[in-house]
Structure formats: C-alpha cells, structure tokens
C-alpha cells in the first residue's frame, strides 16, 4: 500500500468509518483529472439528520485518528447536505432526496468511479 496516495489512503478510512456506521449508497469518484479542487469525491446517503450527523462524526474522527485531519464543515444534516472539504478528499453526505436533487454523479460523469457499495 506504500504505492498508494495519501489522498487514496483518507478516502478508504473513510469509506471504512461510513460503512461501519451503515451509509448508504457509498461512492468514490476520481476527479483528479478534471479538477484541481479535490483528488476524489466521497459521496454517501443517510435517511435522516441524525443518520447524517453520525456518519460525518464517524468520518471525521476517524480521519482525525488515522491521519490527523478532521476537515471542514459546510451545511447541516437538516439541509440535507453536509460537505467535509479533507483537501484533496471531499465528502458528501446527502439525504436521498436531496443527492437525487444535485445529481453530482451526473455533474462528474465523466469521473472515474474507484468504488461503489450499494
């Protein structure tokens, strides 16, 4: 794994914190080629504000653990968007209704979609 990005790295400890605390609907999109924004997308759906609130606690402390990084809030569970800017790895964490609304996997079709659990 020493071959692998650091950015890679936070994204799989994300995704791992998510899919312990039950997200849904977990994708990862490489957006390096299209963006100097982020490196990756980490986009996942939970079906209510505490849902929401749990999943971005959960990733947050985790990255905080691992990596030393707890990343910046934008939005809130009642929005139904909650954004966490890592640098190079951004997550969203979207009510269903709300990620349907946005589509950014539409926005970013043309990204490379690195992993998607359902």
Same mark, same amino acid.
């Given at each position: 794994?020493?071959?692998?990005?650091?950015?890679? #790295?936070?994204?799989? !400890? %994300? &995704? +791992? $914190?998510?899919?312990? *605390?039950?997200?849904?609907?977990?994708? =990862?999109?490489?957006?390096?080629?299209?963006?100097?924004?982020?490196?990756?997308?980490?986009?996942?759906?939970?079906?209510?504000? #505490?849902?929401?609130? !749990? %999943? &971005? +606690? $959960?990733?947050?402390? *985790?990255?905080?653990?691992?990596?030393? =990084?707890?990343?910046?809030?934008?939005?809130?569970?009642?929005?139904?968007?909650?954004?966490?800017?890592?640098?190079?790895?951004?997550?969203?964490?979207?009510?269903?209704?709300?990620?349907?609304?946005?589509?950014?996997?539409?926005?970013?079709?043309?990204?490379?979609?690195?992993?998607?659990?359902?």
């Amino acid at each position: 794994m020493s071959s692998t990005s650091p950015a890679l #790295r936070l994204t799989h !400890t %994300l &995704v +791992e $914190a998510l899919e312990d *605390k039950k997200g849904e609907d977990i994708l =990862v999109l490489d957006i390096s080629r299209l963006s100097p924004i982020a490196d990756y997308f980490v986009l996942v759906s939970g079906h209510s504000d #505490r849902m929401l609130d !749990t %999943l &971005v +606690e $959960a990733a947050r402390e *985790k990255a905080q653990a691992q990596w030393g =990084v707890t990343g910046r809030i934008e939005g809130t569970a009642r929005s139904g968007w909650v954004l966490v800017d890592f640098g190079d790895v951004i997550l969203h964490a979207f009510a269903p209704d709300v990620r349907a609304y946005y589509d950014l996997e539409g926005l970013w079709s043309e990204a490379r979609v690195v992993l998607h659990i359902q």
